[in-house]
Antibody
Framework: EVQLVESGGGLVKPGGSLRLSCAAS????????MSWVRQTPGKGLEWVGR??????????DYAAPVKGRFTISRDDSKNTLYLEMNSLKIEDTAVYYC??????????????WGQGTLVTVSS | SYVLTQPPSVSVAPGKTAKITCGGN??????VHWYQQKPGQAPVLVIC???DRPPGIPERFSGSNSGNTATLTISRVEAGDEADYYC????????????FGGGTKLTVL
């Protein structure tokens, strides 16, 4: 059974930093493409960024609102995904989900999701 | 960038059929995926590649996609189907390809 468990959320002041973790199990983590998707309170879903598997280059890609401030990394020895968030803004307040990605036939979907961790940016 | 438009809400009586639409420019040429999100829970993939059901998803859930509209259909609606539903596509012409619709709240009367 695929399990994704996020942690590390909390309250942080504007301009501050936070690191989220996502512990994965039930699948071959090293082969998976992984994403972070966020959901602002009462609003919809927004893709944050992705990291490919090392065999596919291990490259990262980010949404424009977080590019240059957020960094996604992975530790395949620990089956863990990370999201380093710097220069946080009030508008980054959201529940952050980690997901497994399925990239097939010219499309990408998010087939498994963690339970999410809440990040609140407030003074 | 590519925009997906969903109605904010749909209401249906138990046992009836609910249809949730997702509009986009020529969406029929893209693969559409649908997610169900119950209150306080994470999204769950319920339809992928327009009309495929992942393992464990009831046959009551089906999808179609043509022209400028994709549709999620839920037959014999149950109280437990009450949730937010989001469509999603990957669009190569967007700044980044991952695009979500704004979501539709399904209310079971």
């Amino acid at each position: 059974e695929v399990q994704l468990v996020e942690s590390g959320g909390g309250l942080v002041k504007p301009g501050g930093s936070l690191r989220l973790s996502c512990a994965a199990s039930g699948f071959t983590f090293s082969k998976a493409w992984m994403s972070w998707v966020r959901q602002t309170p009462g609003k919809g879903l927004e893709w944050v960024g992705r990291i490919k598997s090392k065999t596919d280059g291990g490259t990262t890609d980010y949404a424009a609102p977080v590019k240059g401030r957020f960094t996604i990394s992975r530790d395949d020895s620990k089956n863990t995904l990370y999201l380093e968030m710097n220069s946080l803004k009030i508008e980054d307040t959201a529940v952050y989900y980690c997901t497994t990605d399925q990239a097939v036939a010219g499309t990408i979907l998010f087939d498994f999701w963690g339970q999410g961790t809440l990040v609140t940016v407030s003074s | 960038s590519y925009v997906l438009t969903q109605p904010p809400s749909v209401s249906v009586a138990p046992g009836k059929t609910a249809k949730i639409t997702c509009g986009g420019n020529n969406i029929g040429v893209k693969s559409v995926h649908w997610y169900q999100q119950k209150p306080g829970q994470a999204p769950v993939l319920v339809i992928c590649y327009d009309s495929d059901r992942p393992p464990g998803i009831p046959e009551r859930f089906s999808g179609s996609n043509s022209g400028n509209t994709a549709t999620l259909t839920i037959s014999r609606v149950e109280a437990g189907d009450e949730a937010d539903y989001y469509c999603q596509v990957w669009d190569s012409s967007s700044d980044h390809g991952e695009v979500f619709g704004g979501g539709t709240k399904l209310t079971v009367l």
